[in-house]
């Protein structure tokens, strides 16, 4: 078996113990999903690239804090998450939505299925939300964390949270009923 | 000590020519990392400092397995003097790495 | 939104939130039965999995080369650990370091079929020459594999490779089977 084939734990624990090689194996095979995430999450491509930059070294350095190995992807996650966040919230606040980068097309040369048009709705949906909005939507949705997580990430009170999911979620019906 | 870098360029050179040795690193552990600083592709890994003793070297090398690291280590110990005309006051061959089957480009050459 | 909540059940799109966000538990009626809440709660659904999908779908897009500056800086500073002296005359220092040995037995292990070198561990005073240090290897080993053979290797190979780049008295190596893996090329999951 070769690296690029063994689990996350095996992997973690090897990267914990100095081995890059298997936190290479790691981070291809995770990153991208990072990339991606934090994109949407800070609505910049180079503010996402230098919080994953920043948070992969950070993991790097800290793996052997990791309790549960199998769990890196997540670990890592909250990580970028918090490196991206603190990103937004350093950013001068956008006078205009329209300078925020959010990709509002998906890539790619795929036929117009419905599922494509969908993504693109719900792309173009979540650039109209707030930052704390759209990042706590994201934090629960697509990073799956609890409130508690997200509360602790965002620094904010778990009632906050909610209230925040409550919010995109109104948001993003409305506006993905217009869309329909 | 930027007049000190032609000489550790010349222990780096040196030492990738010592039978045994698969790779040449940073001798420094470097300082706090900036994002996107592009970082001088060409200078030397090995460290040349000097003070009233004389000169004070630091190298960081990775060895084949096929041989004792001590062996490898030793020959690299001479190379150094040699490029420098004369053993330094104080010298460091640190081993880094280990590489099997030397010729496998395992070793990592960390610029 | 009027006072009777979505679609008349009393519930608002805040309980509905929430109401999803438990799971679904423990179960309400009069939001199970009620079709406007549950084309709320479809909704809400798809909408969570078309927000998964988009992100792995520009997730794809990422270039895989992005990663190779990343780990550039990472292996940078390699975890050296202590100095463990070769030989020492007056003004030369010959030392391998923690890290290569560590390194150097977890690629021993790995070479072996069925074996993977989890972690190392060098326990004790690496300066002190009587003393000795302890060596612990933890490994997963491949279903199939005999893990007493398995293990009796590695610690056979670890004091082979040790002896032959350390002067270290090695007064004992555990290798421990810390964990079993399949060979699962889609997912290299256990």
Redesign the interface.
């Known amino acids: 078996?070769t690296l690029?084939?063994?689990?996350?734990?095996?992997l973690a624990?090897?990267a914990?113990?100095?081995?890059?090689a298997a936190?290479?194996v790691l981070?291809?095979r995770h990153?991208?999903?990072f990339?991606?995430?934090a994109?949407?999450l800070t609505g910049s491509r180079a503010d996402a690239?230098?919080a994953?930059?920043?948070a992969?070294?950070t993991a790097?350095d800290k793996l052997d804090e990791l309790a549960d190995p199998d769990s890196v992807r997540a670990w890592m996650l909250r990580i970028v998450s918090r490196k991206a966040t603190d990103r937004l919230r350093s950013r001068r606040p956008a006078a205009d939505i329209e300078e925020l980068e959010l990709?509002t097309s998906?890539?790619?040369p795929e036929s117009q299925t419905i599922?494509h048009s969908?993504?693109e709705a719900?792309?173009a949906a979540?650039g109209t939300l707030p930052d704390e909005v759209r990042t706590t939507?994201?934090l629960?949705?697509?990073g799956g964390y609890s409130?508690d997580e997200i509360a602790e990430q965002t620094g904010v009170p778990a009632a906050t949270v909610?209230g925040r999911?409550?919010r995109a979620?109104?948001a993003?019906?409305e506006l993905?009923e217009e869309w329909r | 000590m930027s007049d000190l870098e032609p000489l550790a360029r010349r222990v780096d050179d040196a030492l990738r020519a010592v039978d045994g040795v698969v790779g040449v690193y940073s001798a420094r552990p470097l300082a706090a990392r900036v994002l996107h600083t592009a970082f001088d592709a060409d200078a030397a890994l090995s460290s040349v400092g000097e003070d009233a003793d004389g000169l004070t070297v630091e190298v960081s090398i990775g060895v084949t397995d096929a041989a004792p690291s001590v062996d490898t280590a030793r020959r690299a110990a001479i190379a150094v003097g040699e490029a420098l005309g004369g053993t330094p006051a104080s010298l460091t061959v640190r081993v880094s790495r280990v590489v099997r089957d030397a010729g496998a480009a395992g070793a990592v050459g960390v610029a | 939104m009027d006072d009777d909540g979505i679609g008349g059940s009393g519930y608002t799109l805040d309980d509905l939130s929430d109401y999803l966000d438990r799971g679904r538990v423990p179960a309400i009626p009069e939001i199970d039965a009620n079709p406007e809440c549950q084309a709320v709660l479809d909704s809400l659904t798809r909408m969570s999995a078309v927000s998964k999908e988009l992100v792995d779908t520009e997730a794809a897009a990422v270039d895989a080369s992005w990663f190779d500056a990343v780990m550039r800086e990472v292996t940078r500073e390699v975890r050296a650990g202590r100095d463990i002296p070769l030989a020492e005359d007056d003004d030369v220092h010959l030392v391998i370091t923690e890290g290569a040995i560590r390194a150097m037995v977890r690629e021993t292990g790995d070479a072996l079929p069925g074996v993977i070198v989890e972690r190392t561990r060098i326990v004790g005073d690496v300066d002190d020459a009587e003393e000795g240090v302890r060596v612990e290897v933890a490994i997963s080993v491949a279903y199939g594999q005999r893990m007493r053979r398995a293990a009796d290797h590695v610690r056979r190979a670890t004091a082979d490779a040790l002896a032959k780049h350390t002067p270290l008295r090695i007064a004992s190596i555990d290798v421990t089977v810390d964990s079993l893996h399949t060979f699962d090329a889609e997912e290299g999951e256990r």
């Open positions: 078996m690029a084939e063994a689990s996350d734990g095996i624990q090897r914990a113990d100095g081995d890059a936190f290479g981070v291809r990153g991208p999903f990339v991606a995430f994109t949407r690239d230098d994953v930059q920043e992969l070294i790097w990709p998906v890539g790619g599922a969908q993504m719900l792309s979540l939507w994201l629960r949705e697509v409130y909610r999911l409550a979620r109104r993003l019906l993905m």
